[in-house]
């Protein structure tokens, strides 16, 4: 089993800047997949970005060129810097790990409210 723990979500202006952070801990090993999806009020989760033990990573369209995930793989703790934040970005934001030896595994959600 894995445990995911996230924080560094709360409210911050539109145009400002946040960083999350996702520490795994317990059954850690084979990891090779670390990102982050979202979910804001009425929509589905989706995507937000992605990154291997290798250094491929992923995005999605609406946040290329704000946002930067990185993984520090010695800690297993993958973060998302979160640049020129826009209120369509308000949404509970969930780390997501994949293993090799095989499973998925999901954070409880941090809180993003980009507003006035």
């Known amino acids: 089993q894995v445990q995911l723990v996230e924080s560094g979500g709360g409210l911050v202006q539109p145009g400002g800047s946040l960083s999350l952070s996702c520490a795994a801990s317990g059954s850690i090993f084979s990891i090779y997949v670390m990102g982050w999806y979202r979910q804001a009020p009425g929509k589905q989760r989706e995507l937000v970005a992605t990154?291997?033990?290798?250094?491929?990573?992923k995005y999605a369209d609406s946040v290329k060129g704000r946002f930067t995930i990185s993984m520090e793989n010695a800690k297993n703790t993958v973060f998302l810097q979160m640049n020129r934040l826009k209120p369509e970005d308000t949404a509970v934001y969930y780390c997501?790990?994949?293993?090799?030896?095989?499973?998925?595994?999901w954070g409880q959600g941090t809180q993003v409210t980009v507003s006035s």
């Open positions: 990154i291997t033990t290798d250094g491929i990573t």
């Open positions: 997501y790990v994949k293993r090799l030896v095989p499973g998925d595994f």
